[in-house]
Nanobody, 120 residues
Framework: QVRLVESGGGLVQPGGSLRLSCAAS????????MAWYRQGPGKQRELVAD???????TYADFVKGRFTISRDNAKNTVYLQMNSLKPEDTAVYYC??????????????WGQGTQVTVSS
């Protein structure tokens, strides 16, 4: 069983910044990818950013130049630095890990979600 614990969400004014963290614990042999998704009110969950254990990154167009995804493989932790936040960034943010477990099975795990609200 792998658990993902998120932190760092909150209320911030437009133009402000937040840093989200997500740490994994449990039976992990290796991490394939780490990602952040978000789901706004009345919307489907969408990919925000993705990073491989080797550091290759991808970003959704709506966050390029504003958000940065990074990871600490030794700590099984992924981060999302969010700058120049806009009201439309308001959503519940979820981390996702794709891992190889100790049964050598590829599995996907999700964090519990953390609320980010951008409002004046």
């Amino acid at each position: 069983q792998v658990r993902l614990v998120e932190s760092g969400g909150g209320l911030v004014q437009p133009g402000g910044s937040l840093r989200l963290s997500c740490a994994a614990s449990g039976s992990i042999v290796s991490i394939v990818t780490m990602a952040w998704y978000r789901q706004g009110p009345g919307k489907q969950r969408e990919l925000v950013a993705d990073i491989t254990s080797g550091g290759t990154t991808t970003y959704a167009d709506f966050v390029k130049g504003r958000f940065t995804i990074s990871r600490d493989n030794a700590k099984n932790t992924v981060y999302l630095q969010m700058n120049s936040l806009k009201p439309e960034d308001t959503a519940v943010y979820y981390c996702k890990f794709v891992v190889i477990d100790r049964d050598f099975t590829v599995r996907t795990y999700w964090g519990q979600g953390t609320q980010v609200t951008v409002s004046s």
